[in-house]
């Protein structure tokens, strides 16, 4: 991962947002959760492939909203993202994640 690619795509006041998280995280904070993201889904049997299906994609006010639907490849991990990018890059990314068993996956990423 290069941590100064990731970073820089992000505007300055970037938020991602995963439930599975105490708290949303800042662009600054973005390379160790990237970090504990990719640890996760190791742990969860997953070699980081995504599949991202169903896009919708809305441009309005400057701002592009994409929402999809993802999956994690060898694992149950499934939901829905939203990603809004401006001129100033990444503005926010928000996760959410399904399972229609229980409220929350039995393999926490």
Known sequence: MDEHKLVSS????????DPYEDAPVTR?????????WNHRA???GSDNQ??????V????????TD????ELSGTDLKGMAVVQTGDQGV???????????????????
């Open 10 to 17: 992000c505007a300055d006041n970037f938020i991602f947002d």
């Open 28 to 36: 600054d904070q973005l390379p160790d959760y990237m970090c504990r």
């Open 42 to 44: 190791q742990q969860a």
């Open 50 to 55: 995504w599949r991202l299906d169903y896009e």
């Open 57 to 64: 994609r809305q441009d309005k006010d400057n701002v592009l």
């Open 67 to 70: 929402w999809e639907w993802w």
């Open 91 to 109: 503005l926010l990314e928000r996760i959410t994640y399904f399972n229609r068993n229980s409220s929350k996956p039995q393999n926490k990423p």
